[in-house]
């Protein structure tokens, strides 16, 4: 199972729930510039936009819920887009 983090990306094993191997967002750029000839500073880019979101919807997620409010997809993404907080 792969599972992605802020830092990266992580590979689970489905038997035990172990991280087999752990790929930073740099190491997952490396991959993509030598696999498709992308140029790293558009990679490291975009890889950098992600892990910022992810982080932005996992807090949002745990504020909302938290607070006790319903969660959404439609919602998160309005205040991700938007840069809204709660």
């Known amino acids: 199972m792969v599972a992605l ?9 489905r038997d035990t729930g172990g991280v087999v191997a752990t790929f930073t967002w740099n190491d997952i750029a490396d991959i993509l510039q030598f696999r498709y000839a992308t140029p790293w500073n558009r990679l490291k880019e975009v890889l950098e936009e992600l892990s910022l979101t992810m982080g932005e919807l996992d807090e949002l997620y745990a504020h909302a819920r938290s607070q006790g409010r319903e969660v959404s997809k439609e919602l998160i993404e309005d205040y991700l887009k938007k840069r809204k907080t709660f």
């Open 5 to 13: 983090t802020k830092e990266g990306v992580e590979i689970i094993c």
